[in-house]
Every structure is written in structure tokens, then in C-alpha cells.
């Protein structure tokens, strides 16, 4: 199901897809809106054991505020072990409501999209072919 694309080639699918497009590196001069800080604040209002009930609804309260078509960036508190959410699909549900990029904060390699390193707990593994998302490198 997931696509990558060279980023040479982006300007031909920029716009028209409906799909969440994951940028694999850092972009020069793309305007970019980091989550974390705020995410972590209103998280850490709520019971530990809640926290994974209220991620997606502070996620998309957040993104709600960004203008349509940004890019959001440092997000890392969501791959939180304890959290045991998919963050991608939580990524790709949020794009049906509204228009957004993403910065990933890990590695694209050979058609998977990593988070951390296997010694971490935190390390996540996903198989673009899995999910809905045009990835550019």
C-alpha cells in the first residue's frame, strides 16, 4: 500500500494525493511545527494509565490549531513504550481530518520506517507496505 518517492519527484504529487506524505530527512525551508513539548504538557496532566486513551484526542486537539498543509515535527514523546499505540496509524487517521506532513524522527531503509534502535525500548519498526503513506527520500 505505501509508496516512496524520490524527492525530485515530489512536485508532481504534491497536492493531489490524499495520502500522508512522510519526509525521511530534514527539508530546507519547509515550515515545520514541533509537538512535543505541548503534547508532553497536557499528557502529563493525566493518570499514567490514561495516557494512552487521551494521546490521539491531544494529538489531533494540537494538530487542530496548525494550519492546513503543515508539517509537524518532533513527536517523539508518542512512541512512548507505556503508550503502546501505533503512532503511525494515529498519524494516518489524523490526515483524514486534516491536511498535514510529517518530518520523521527516525529512518526509512529498505521499505521500513524505524524509530530509535533495537537496544531501546522504544524501538518501532514499521513496513511502509502496511500502511497508506507516500514516503520521500
Known amino acids: 500500500m505505501g509508496d516512496v518517492i524520490e524527492m525530485q519527484k515530489l512536485s508532481a ?4 494525493t490524499s495520502r500522508l ?29 490514561r495516557r494512552s486513551l487521551r494521546l490521539e484526542t491531544y494529538f489531533n486537539k494540537l494538530l487542530a490549531e496548525f494550519p492546513d498543509d503543515c508539517a509537524i515535527q518532533d513527536f517523539d514523546v508518542m512512541f ?3 503508550y503502546q499505540v501505533d503512532v503511525l496509524k494515529i498519524l494516518i487517521e489524523a490526515r483524514k481530518h486534516k491536511r498535514f506532513q510529517v518530518i520523521w524522527p527516525g ?31
Open 13 to 16: 504529487i504534491k497536492g493531489q
Open 21 to 49: 506524505l512522510i519526509y525521511c530527512r530534514a527539508i530546507q525551508g519547509l515550515k515545520t511545527f514541533p509537538l512535543d513539548q505541548t503534547l508532553a504538557e497536557q499528557l502529563i496532566q493525566v493518570r499514567p494509565k
Open 80 to 82: 512512548n513504550p507505556d
Open 107 to 137: 529512518k526509512y531503509e529498505n521499505g521500513k520506517l524505524t524509530y530509535s534502535l533495537e537496544t531501546y525500548p522504544d524501538y518501532k519498526v514499521y513496513d511502509i507496505e502496511d500502511y497508506d503513506v507516500t514516503c520521500i527520500v
